[in-house]
């Protein structure tokens, strides 16, 4: 959508799985957007898989790399109840400034960015309305966030995932990323968690100058 076509690396990799297009719909794809949506979660090591997927063409394996969450055995960030999910708030830095260098500085909405905590068999409701940790995610990542817009990212707006707790497509109700509780057993109550407290004084806008200069946001 800013050149016209896939990156050339994608079309050395993807090949013929690729559509083509003409010179005149090249031309019509260039700009054809009004922003770009990121959603970012955590980050992880990433290294050459070292093999041809051959017959195993996937887009899951199109990429040719292994992630990983740790190396020699130290996790790559502060962790959470989820496994895959650490928290990176650099990454969202790194990759918005990516975005700006490659694609002429568009303009960019964090569509998503959340965490969540795992449900188990002991898991009570104040276990997930004490979110404390959610907060410290939100606070890191929009404090990096903050420094990314004074480098000159074309940041318009930031969406928390979630407001409420739900069914997710991957992980079903396994995992909670609202800030706002919901009760599954008693009629869908619902109810403030400390992060949705704590989101709706950050965006009152006489507090957010001093909430961006928090000791809590010092994540390095």
Known sequence: MVYGDY???MREIVGHRLPNFTKEQSEMIKGSFNFLGVNYYTTEYAEDSGYDTGANLSYTTDSHVN???????????????VSW????????????????????????????????YLVNSSSTMSDFINDNLRIKYHSVHLSYLSKTIKEGVDVRGY????????????????????ITYVDYVNGLQRYFKNSALW????????????????????YE
Request: net charge positive; aromatic share 14%.
């Open 67 to 81: 992630t990983s969450t740790e190396k020699n055995g130290i996790p790559i960030c502060e962790s959470t109840s």
């Open 199 to 218: 989101f709706h004084n950050f965006l009152k806008k006489e507090n957010i100058a001093s909430a961006t200069n928090s000791s809590l946001l010092c």
């Open 159 to 178: 969406f928390i995932w979630s407001f409420l707790d739900n069914f997710e497509w991957g992980e079903g109700y396994t995992i909670r990323y609202g």
């Open 85 to 116: 999910l650490h928290i990176c708030p650099w990454g969202l830095r790194d990759i918005l400034l990516y975005i700006k260098g490659r694609y002429k500085s568009p303009t960019i909405i964090i569509t998503e960015n959340g965490m969540g």
């Open 7 to 9: 990156p050339k690396i």
